[in-house]
């Protein structure tokens, strides 16, 4: 079968992440993939190797200064669709709506629904959900979403995750961040609305008091979108609350796996989410996971994880996850994160492709 998979970015968002596993894990089932994105800011590959068994197309979409994040959506659109072939495939999935509004009838995965008040990102959400002609969700609660507000069924595939590369890193490499950071909170994602920075950092400050020398770190970040002014006032709130957070921003690949594993706790507070592709590689590594209680993150972390609704809740549990790790919970993480694999993943998407008519 000849797939296309479109995605937006070369950079490590979850939605990017996903793609790559997912190319790679069809690939190795004997299928033709070609991954199709955005070469962002001059870049030329994806932010991490690729089996060679996926083909890789990046687009060069230059920088334009000044330009806003409206005209940047409708560009990145007539890009890509100006590229874009899809003749040669049997399947196109695009995996976000810039892809799905540039390449015509394609499968789309929604891994979560955004409400965006830019006109032009408004407008691209909405047709990237009703003119694709077929749905998938990587969780229950994102497809009841779906049903709920448009009336479209969608198939329900969960991530998978690279669980062996969490669960089995290097001691050395998890020792040089823990010279490095001390003892520390850590968080994947960057500082933006979505991921509920703000609340953590108010988190943070209370949860100082009583774990003296504790660091709060901040992974991550790229993003299509201008969060400079939510960036500022969280910045300035960190000054108010004599915080000094540290923020890495992108961490390199293979980097990423001891960072994660040698945290004393991870935090993922976001206030939406599909799945939570990142908190699941921390409960690969064994690191207490403490979460947004959210429907869809209570259907994926349960009963691994540990819930908080408010910033006092959220303190609350990260205080428990770093005074008591639970090794019940720390177990659960680690077997519901080796149940969620990429092959499983990759074949219950061909099961999908081959009921569209799609051949073998």
């Given amino acids: 079968m000849r797939i296309a998979l479109l995605s937006y970015s070369t950079k490590p968002r979850g939605g990017v992440v996903h793609t790559l596993a997912l190319a790679e894990a069809l690939a190795e089932l004997g299928q033709d993939v070609t991954v199709w994105t955005l070469g962002r800011g001059g870049d030329t590959a994806f932010y991490r190797p690729v089996d060679p068994a996926v083909r890789v197309r990046v687009v060069p979409f230059p920088d334009r200064p000044g330009e806003s994040v409206g005209e940047r959506v409708l560009r990145s659109i007539a890009v890509l669709r100006e590229a874009f072939d899809a003749t040669p495939y049997d399947i196109v999935h695009a995996q976000d709506c810039i892809s799905a509004n540039a390449v015509g009838p394609c499968v789309r995965t929604v891994h979560h629904i955004d409400h ?101 770190v901040i992974a991550g970040g ?87 609704a408010t910033v006092d809740d959220l303190a609350r549990e990260l205080d428990a996850a770093l005074t008591d790790a639970d090794p019940v919970r720390l177990r659960a993480g680690r077997a519901i994160a080796a149940r969620h694999t990429w092959r499983a993943a990759a074949e219950r998407h061909l099961a999908l492709y081959r009921s569209l008519g799609a051949p073998d």
Avoid: Q
Avoid at 184 to 213: N, Q, W
Avoid at 295 to 307: I, M, Q, Y
């Fill in 116 to 216: 965006f008040t830019t006109p032009e990102l408004a407008a691209c959400h909405e047709r990237a959900i009703v003119t694709p002609y077929a749905h998938v969700c990587v969780s229950a609660a994102v497809a009841e979403e779906l049903a709920a507000g448009w009336g479209i069924k969608a198939t329900v595939i969960p991530n998978g995750v690279a669980y062996r590369r969490f669960a089995e890193t290097d001691p050395a490499a998890r020792a040089r961040w823990r010279d490095r950071l001390g003892r520390y909170v850590l968080t994947v994602g960057g500082i933006e609305p979505r991921k509920g920075s703000l609340d953590l950092l108010e988190a943070y400050a209370l949860l100082r008091a009583r774990h003296p020398g504790l660091r709060l």
């Fill in 222 to 308: 790229e993003t299509l979108f201008d969060y400079r002014d939510y960036r500022a006032r969280w910045e300035a709130r960190a000054e108010e609350l004599a915080l000094d957070p540290v923020v890495l921003g992108p961490v390199p690949d293979d980097d990423l796996p001891p960072l994660v594993a040698a945290a004393s706790a991870f935090a993922f507070p976001s206030v939406k989410e599909g799945f939570g592709l990142a908190a699941m590689e921390a409960l690969a590594a064994g690191v207490p996971v403490v979460v947004r209680d959210l429907p869809v993150l209570r259907e994926v972390f349960t009963p691994a994880a540990r819930f908080a």
